[in-house]
């Protein structure tokens, strides 16, 4: 069981990570205006959620529970957004 455990860990933290970032990379605007800040913070998730999820699967790193559930909210939280960076970052809803 602690066999299936350790690899289920690091395979559910990699695929929110890529999932965030594929969310994140196909947000459509659909006539928001565009702000260089937070287009750029959105380019630097990306490849840092890109990288952190190849890193897991390619160099199969370990992964524990709190890093699985962290990524894991960040993606719950992308999704609920919609990808939009933006309306995540803002603190009224």
Do not use: D, H, K
């Not at 190849?54 to 939280?77: D, K, N």
């Amino acid at each position: 069981m602690l066999s299936t455990f350790s690899t289920f860990l690091p395979m559910l933290a990699a695929l929110a990570y890529l999932a965030s970032a594929l969310r994140l990379v196909c947000f459509q605007r659909n006539g928001a205006r565009i702000r260089r800040g937070i287009s750029l913070l959105a380019c630097l998730l990306i490849g840092a959620l890109l990288c952190a999820g190849l890193e897991i699967l390619l160099y199969q790193r370990p992964v524990s529970p709190w890093q699985t559930a962290i990524a894991v909210l960040l993606c719950i939280l992308v999704y609920r957004s919609r990808g939009n960076l933006a309306a995540l970052l803002r603190s009224t809803p």
